[in-house]
């Protein structure tokens, strides 16, 4: 079963919107985390509308990463976008397929998002930071 993730400093690229993007993603996926391992019903009246909270913050922040990525003129921009792209199409189709969310699925999301995102930093964003940083 997933748990409840702390940002540490690892994942710090050192560029302070996206670093602050990223713990702010992590605060409402914990929220859903909270949400999916409490009182079932305070799950089933509030899920939709915090999982949608989620995935659009999500969007906004690879969004916003991806602007920012050609505007410092990244030469893996394309590539990048093309990481942000599948994923929020992912993300998107397990948002339709929960017409009914059990607590069960608020877990599946919160830890298939936080698995991707945190591989994502590690991987991708450092390298793009690596980059920038070093301009």
């Known amino acids: 079963m997933a748990e409840r993730l702390e940002w540490t400093d690892q994942y710090n690229l050192n560029v302070p919107d996206i670093d602050k993007q990223h713990q702010q993603l992590v605060v409402i996926a914990n929220e859903v985390y909270d949400l999916a391992t409490g009182n079932p019903e305070e799950y089933k009246r509030r899920a939709k ?13 690879l969004n916003y990463e991806a602007d920012f990525l050609e505007k410092e003129g990244y030469p893996q921009v394309s590539f990048h ?4 792209e599948q994923f929020i199409k992912k993300i998107n189709a397990d948002m339709e397929k929960l017409a009914e969310p059990k607590q069960e ?30 301009k």
């Open 81 to 84: 976008k093309m990481q942000h």
């Open 105 to 134: 699925d608020g877990l599946v999301l919160y830890d298939f998002l936080l698995k991707w995102l945190f591989s994502h930093i590690a991987k991708s964003d450092k390298a793009w930071s690596y980059y920038i940083l070093s």
């Open 49 to 61: 509308d915090e999982l949608k909270k989620l995935v659009d913050y999500t969007q906004y922040h």
